[in-house]
């Protein structure tokens, strides 16, 4: 990112406020942790129903009707998270283009949304199919790098 960019972006006064009001960023944490438990909550009981897992009678349901019934909370979820994610990464720009966990977790979403788009993309779900449940167990997998990754960003 253009250093000017990020320059300008960190004393933009909006940016300066959301750095700097007490309660703003821990409250933006609060909800962006939020918003990712739903989103990977949801999933969660998707894939492991796709993965054939029987976890308190998850079997006894078909795959396709837990999916319609999370995807509204999967969506909104994730669009809380990016929401609240994009308010972060506004408020501390500079830092969080440098910062390698960041970056990282940014490329693993992007292979999450991949990952979903050519699963839906495939039809109905089919949880007898082995290339379903691969993309199911790459699913999980690619949301615990997200999760872990999120939580490296203070740290690296």
């Known amino acids: 990112m253009n250093l000017s960019l990020t320059q300008a972006l960190h004393d933009w006064p909006f940016a300066v406020w959301l750095r700097t009001a007490p309660l703003v960023y821990p409250g933006l944490e609060a909800l962006h942790l939020i918003a ?13 129903r ?5 976890l308190f009678g998850l079997r006894q349901f078909d795959v396709n009707a837990i999916a319609k019934a999370v995807l509204p909370w999967t969506l ?3 669009l809380f998270a990016a ?3 994009s308010l972060m990464f506004l408020s501390r720009a500079s830092d969080f283009v440098a910062n390698t966990a960041f970056l990282l977790k940014m490329l693993v979403l992007f292979a999450a949304g991949t990952n979903a788009g050519i699963l839906h993309s495939r039809g109905s779900l089919d949880p007898t199919n082995f290339i379903t ?4 167990g790459l699913s999980l997998l690619i949301w615990l790098a997200v999760i872990v990754c999120g939580r490296w960003i203070a740290y690296v």
């Open 76 to 78: 909104l979820g994730f």
């Open 36 to 48: 990712i438990a739903t989103t990977f909550g949801t999933l969660l009981i998707v894939d492991l």
């Open 50 to 54: 796709l993965l054939n897992v029987g």
């Open 133 to 136: 449940k691969c993309q199911a």
């Open 83 to 85: 929401i609240t994610g």
